[in-house]
């Protein structure tokens, strides 16, 4: 089976400082997806970025960009200029190549911005 | 609709009493999913379908727990004789399926929180 472990439960940035919450899987599976999701305090989960294992070059949406080390089975996530909106929890998340099946999530980390 | 639904968004139910939990996909999006998210933790999957048939399971905690998608849309996740435990965040996230190619991003719904007293 799949694990997520994302070991920061916590970390505070101040505002417009550059942030990088880490992420580490397990699988035996050579093609899956990663992805970072946020979820604010209204709980709806939105993504953020995703990145293909197939893929060697390193996602990135504006501010938010990843360092996935696929033999090291890390994928980390820096946002850069953090804003006060960035506020909310963070989950890296695993799926298996093919779409049929659920999402793996880690435990999640409390970003928090100091303005 | 331009995003998923789910009602209600709270619930408090008795110990023992039977909830239903609704969730409306996006219009078109062949694959739904259902997670259970406890306080503190993230969303754990439940089960899977993709249009009526319930292709996977294998995450309901209990033979309690019980969802339905019948005509390939709305879905419902029953939960009977509902215990202290089953107090959670129930997440609902549809995506186009395995037929339009991708990554099928999954889309969640703002999520159903119950309360078991």
């Known amino acids: 089976a799949q694990t997520v472990t994302q070991s920061q439960p916590e970390m505070s940035v101040q505002e417009a400082e550059t942030v990088t919450l880490s992420c580490t899987y397990d699988?035996?599976?050579?093609?899956?997806?990663l992805f970072w999701y946020k979820q604010p305090p209204s709980r709806q989960m939105i993504l953020v970025i995703r990145?293909?294992?197939?893929?060697?070059q390193n996602a990135t949406e504006n501010r938010f960009s990843v360092n996935f080390q696929k033999a090291a089975k890390s994928f980390s996530l820096k946002i850069s200029d953090s804003q006060l909106g960035d506020a909310a929890m963070y989950f890296c998340?695993?799926?298996?190549?093919?779409?049929?099946?659920?999402?793996?999530f880690g435990k999640g980390t409390h970003l928090i911005i100091q303005p | 609709g331009a995003g998923v639904s789910q009602s209600p968004r709270y619930k408090v139910a008795k110990r023992g009493q039977d909830v239903a939990l609704r969730c409306d996909p996006i219009?078109?999006?062949?694959?739904l999913f259902w997670y259970q998210q406890a306080l503190g933790q993230g969303p754990e999957f439940l089960t899977y379908?993709?249009?009526?048939?319930?292709?996977?399971k294998s995450g309901l905690p209990s033979d309690r727990f019980f969802a339905e998608r019948p005509e390939g849309s709305v879905s419902t996740l029953k939960i009977q004789r509902t215990q202290q435990e089953d107090s959670a965040v129930y997440l609902c996230?549809?995506?186009?399926?395995?037929?339009?190619?991708?990554?099928?991003?999954?889309?969640f719904g703002p999520g159903t929180r119950l309360t078991v007293t």
């Open positions: 379908f993709q249009n009526e048939a319930q292709l996977d």
């Open positions: 699988t035996s599976e050579s093609d899956y997806y």
């Open positions: 219009s078109g999006h062949v694959s």
């Open positions: 998340a695993y799926r298996t190549e093919g779409g049929a099946d659920g999402l793996t």
């Open positions: 996230a549809s995506s186009l399926g395995v037929l339009a190619g991708g990554p099928y991003e999954q889309y």
């Open positions: 990145q293909e294992a197939y893929k060697q």
